[in-house]
């Protein structure tokens, strides 16, 4: 049955581990997705920014070669010559001894070669155009036969010549233009070369643009050149974008191959490092404590927690954990002490509370063959023994003692002062002593070896049962409350005198007066009219003499009951903090 139960364990045991590794690879994996996304994407940003930045700059060498390798680009007349030019001259049979003538005659006037060219006119200047062409347009484009680029152009970007051919051709031979040619340009589709219109900077940019000097996408470098203050042309050089396109997706291909993988073994690598770390050495400890609350062994759990070395938190954790356990032993074993030792003062206070409750008078009618008058009283201790207590027996036929008192502090200590109080009281006032000597006696008995300095308040009275005379000492006890024939409860104030067992040489006085038939004196405690409520506020002499007076023709026995209800429902669920004595006699 144990081992049916154990392999039932194992594997709901398996079953959490591999619910716990799920729920970390749904965390987990969901965060590194998002995080190959964003370095995916920052990763082809970076890729493509920085091959077009390579490119950008290759391009700008071959337009800043293209443009310093010819000084006519700077001369604003040869553009405009150009532009009226007949190309076909080029065909001509003398064309190239022209070319020649126009050279040396360039040669010849190096020093102020401006202004010679400037002075040419009719023919002379037409081979100057052709030679600047030559020397310009068609040079570079057979020199350059064998670069990447697939188009090479000059054109003008101005009103009233607007796409305006100088020279353009690609190197593919798919589209070649000749001099005078139009491109059909319309400027809100190259916001590039619109901004350059007006502009003076010489400074070479970039676009990407559609069938433009061509079929397809084409990634475009253009150099401004500036005559007279402004740009008037631009030489260009045209890139086919496919061919980028594929060598920038071939890069950011193994760029993102490299970086996922990567990514991906990080995974697998925390993955298996947190099974390892964390989740099997917790399935460890699991399993360790479960066998402890079968088991309670902790010598056992001690040994195997020792086996979990991880060197983290965890492992720090199976040490406090086995130190609990020792903590749980050493503390379980000490409250099955505690509790058998609870047991036997609990035993040994209800022995107490039954031999201090046997030693007040409990059996009622207390003395069923006296018709004189009816008595009843009861205490409620706060705590298992109380200090409060009260008595009545007859001294004589004709005398009967009554007394409630309540000593000073609760519990053992009180109990065991008011049993030596209860006991003094009691023998001398057998002896027939009046309540002031009885006190005074009982003062000095006290006041001897009280180390603990306790006292006790006492209200003591001696009824003549024949008269209804009673001659009573109030050692600083609450005043009684008698109720006169066919009247109502009121407080008695008659002058207290200090509390028995505080001074040793205390001399007490005493007071008279008559209880006629009909009559009924009520004494208590403190713990009556300071019953607190859970807002701490008092029960009060007021309300008690207004309970006692909701039927004050009732028993003692009646009155004592109601007054208890009325308490209890005022105090409601607050604790109880002081004993709970009453007396109460009526004269019949």
């Known amino acids: 049955m144990v081992n049916t139960e154990n392999t039932e364990n194992t594997e709901k045991q398996k079953k959490k581990n591999r619910r716990l590794m ?5 965390v987990i994996i969901p965060v590194f997705l998002i995080v190959i996304g964003v370095l995916t994407l920052i990763m082809y940003k970076n890729t493509v920014s920085g091959f077009l930045d390579i490119q950008n700059d290759a391009i700008s060498d071959t337009l800043e070669n293209l443009y310093n390798n010819s000084e006519f680009y700077q001369k604003g007349f040869i553009i405009d010559g150009w532009e009226t030019m007949d190309p076909s001259r080029v065909e001509d049979p003398e064309f190239e001894d022209m070319i020649a003538q126009t050279y040396m005659e360039m040669q010849e006037h190096l020093g102020d070669l401006d202004e010679w060219m400037m002075s040419l006119e009719g023919d002379k200047r037409e081979y100057l155009y052709l030679y600047a062409y030559v020397a310009t347009a068609m040079g570079p484009i057979i020199d350059d036969s064998k670069k990447r680029y697939d188009s090479l152009f000059l054109i003008d970007i101005n009103e009233p010549n607007l796409g ?37 900077s010489d400074k070479v940019v970039f676009e990407k643009t559609t069938d433009f000097m061509g079929e397809g996408s084409r990634y475009i470098g253009y150099k401004p050149i500036v005559t007279d203050g402004k740009v008037r042309a631009v030489l260009g050089v045209s890139y086919n974008w496919k061919e980028f396109s594929q060598i920038m997706t071939s890069t950011v291909r193994i760029t993102l191959i490299f970086g996922i993988g990567s990514m991906v073994l990080l995974l697998i690598s925390v993955l298996v490092l947190l099974f390892f770390k964390a989740v099997s050495p917790i399935a460890k400890i699991q399993g360790i404590v479960r066998n402890y609350k079968n088991d309670k062994n902790s010598s056992e759990i001690a040994a195997k927690m020792s086996m979990i070395r991880s060197r983290n938190e965890l492992g720090m954790l199976s040490e406090d954990i086995s130190d609990m356990v020792r903590e749980i032993d050493y503390y379980t074993g000490e409250n099955i002490r505690l509790a058998g030792e609870r047991e036997r003062v609990s035993a040994e206070l209800d022995m107490a509370r039954n ?149 040793k040489n205390k001399k007490y006085k005493q007071y008279e007066f008559t209880l006629e038939k009909g009559s009924t004196l009520f004494v208590y405690t403190d713990g009556v009219p300071e019953a607190a409520d859970a807002d701490m506020k008092m029960f009060g002499t007021d309300r008690l003499v207004e309970v006692l007076n909701r039927d004050p023709d009732a028993s003692p026995e009646k009155l004592l009951k109601d007054v208890h209800e009325a308490v209890d429902s005022f105090v409601g669920d607050a604790p109880q903090f002081d004993d709970f004595t009453m007396l109460g006699i009526k004269i019949l």
Request: proline share 5%; net charge negative.
């Open 22 to 26: 799920v729920q970390v690879a749904l």
């Open 164 to 200: 305006f051919v100088f020279f353009a051709v690609s190197q593919n031979a798919e589209e070649v233009y000749d001099i005078g040619d139009r491109l059909d340009i319309d400027l809100d589709d190259h916001p590039v070369l619109k901004n350059m219109v007006g502009s003076s």
């Open 355 to 503: 031999i201090q409750s046997s030693q007040l008078p409990c059996d009622f009618p207390a003395f069923p063959d006296r018709n004189e008058f009816d008595i009843y009283a009861s205490m409620t201790p706060a705590k298992e023994v109380g200090g409060d207590f009260y008595d009545f027996f007859l001294i004589d036929e004709d005398h009967l003692a009554l007394v409630i008192a309540d000593v000073s502090g609760k519990g053992v200590p009180a109990a065991l002062f008011m049993m030596i109080s209860k006991m003094l009281i009691n023998n001398f006032a057998m002896m027939g002593l009046s309540p002031s000597e009885v006190l005074n006696r009982a003062n000095r008995a006290l006041c001897e070896h009280n180390s603990s300095e306790m006292f006790v308040t006492v209200w003591l009275g001696v009824l003549e049962i024949s008269t209804g005379k009673v001659t009573a000492a109030n050692a600083g006890h609450e005043f009684p409350i008698i109720r006169r024939p066919g009247g109502s409860f009121e407080l008695f104030r008659e002058k207290h005198d200090f509390v028995v067992g505080g001074i």
